[in-house]
């Protein structure tokens, strides 16, 4: 893989301090936000006030500013160390060396954009990697909502992976296809296992890719979104005690709200210790775009991985044929690919003019089966993702699951 040229290193570097600086923005935007509740109460007529007043509508204004100057304190946590990054985050960035910049499989233990994510009114996701779709190119301007809303998307991320409340969702999504891993490699004895390699392509914060690694596979996650990667070093590598951060995730939009407990809810993370993976576990992540590191045109990845796991990942690709050659590329003779996940073509109707091609599932099916893959183990499971379980608002994906095995040369 050719190295990065100087102009991609900038701008990376410009992409990673656009995301600390919304971490740092943080505090005062979303205070803002709630603010403007609170002057529109004032524009009521005063009888109106009294009686907001008696609902005690303003005393919830007042706990929302609070729950996010806490959620402001965990955030400032998170990017408090950003040296592994290769950037340190009060200074100039640029003409800064980025550690794991542009795919440069440059590989970190524990570490992890967040799209997929449930929005107040419509169900958008953000488009494409570190928020590029949005105008700036320059580092130093302000954040703009888009950033904030994939802020607030890592925070329920959080929650799906690393809290008490997430179980459900890792129930329905992570388990099935542990088991469907286990399953494929049960003739090899438990302390084998390790020999076992095992991509997690798009792994989000790192739980399945933890998890799989807890199984006594030896796992790699691979991710490219700042957020998650930020949030996921902090969460596995500066995390010891469960349940020692606290934030609320659900105090940015107030629609479909039942009561204000369900806007105030309290999440502590996380629900494991993550460095209590056992001795002898080897579980790392890779930062970086999974074609650039792993669609080296040299072949550096082919045949290497024994087992790749695609959870609400394979819609990420504006080239699906690219995906599903590279998945196949890179697995070894006998290795097997499970995939769990809609398909919510993230590129569709971006606006920075990158392709897009949506197959529906049928179609997405028959590529599978033309570059070399033999599905089997099709089946539909119902999930949410990043769900607030107490809110009026739900929304359920019929995933599709399969599991599938290598068993001729790409097309
Ligand atoms: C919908 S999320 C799923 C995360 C995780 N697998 C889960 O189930 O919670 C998709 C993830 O893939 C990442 N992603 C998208 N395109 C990617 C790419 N080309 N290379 C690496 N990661 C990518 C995003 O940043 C995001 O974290």
């Known amino acids: 893989m050719p190295p990065p040229s100087a102009e991609d290193m900038l701008e990376e570097q410009r992409v990673f301090a656009d995301v600390i600086r919304t971490f740092n923005n943080y505090a005062q935007y979303s205070l803002a936000a709630n603010n403007r509740r609170r002057k529109d109460v004032y524009l009521l007529p005063k009888a109106d006030q009294d009686l907001l007043n008696t609902l005690g509508y303003k005393q919830k204004l007042d706990d929302v500013d609070k729950a996010i100057l806490a959620n402001a304190d965990f955030l400032s946590e998170i990017v408090s160390d950003t040296k592994i990054f290769g950037v340190e985050m009060e200074e100039e960035v640029e003409g800064r060396d980025l550690e794991h910049a542009h795919g440069g499989a440059h590989s970190h233990s524990h570490d992890a954009g967040s799209s997929h994510s449930s929005h107040s009114h419509s169900h958008s996701h953000s488009h494409g990697p570190h928020g590029r779709a949005s105008t700036k190119q320059e580092g130093k301007s302000r954040p703009t909502e888009f950033d904030m809303d994939k802020l607030r998307s890592t925070m329920k991320q959080l ?9 459900p969702e890792r129930e329905a999504a992570y388990q099935p296809m542990k088991d469907a891993l286990d399953k494929h490699f049960s003739h090899i004895p438990q302390a084998e296992r390790i020999q076992l390699k095992v991509l997690v392509p798009g792994s989000g914060l790192g739980r399945l890719a933890y ?63 993550p460095s209590d993976l056992p001795p002898g576990s080897d579980f790392s992540l890779v930062a970086g775009d999974f074609e650039e590191i792993f669609g080296d045109p040299e072949g550096a990845e082919d045949g290497e991985w024994d087992a790749v796991m695609t959870c609400f990942f394979i819609d990420t690709a504006k080239n699906i044929v690219n995906y599903l050659r590279i998945l196949h590329r890179i697995l070894a003779p006998g290795g097997v690919w499970i995939n769990l996940g809609p398909l919510l073509w993230h590129w569709e109707n971006n606006n920075t003019n990158d392709l897009s091609v949506e ?53």
């Open 159 to 167: 929650v799906r992976d690393w809290s008490e409340e997430g179980l």
């Open 211 to 273: 998890d799989v690694a807890k199984m006594g596979y030896t796992c790699r996650g691979n991710e490219f979104s700042h957020y998650m990667l930020l949030t996921s070093y902090f969460v596995l590598n500066k995390t010891t005690e469960i349940k020692s951060h606290t934030f609320y995730p659900y105090v940015h939009s107030f629609s479909n709200a039942p009561n204000k407990e369900s806007i105030l809810q309290a999440i502590s993370i996380p629900d494991v210790s």
């Open 359 to 411: 197959l529906d599932l049928e179609e997405v099916k028959a590529l599978a089966r033309s570059v070399g893959f033999e599905i089997s183990n099709e089946t539909t499971i119902p999930t949410t993702y990043t769900n607030n379980a107490k809110s009026m608002l739900g929304y359920v994906y019929n995933a599709s699951f399969w599991t599938a095995t290598k068993i001729a040369n790409p097309a």
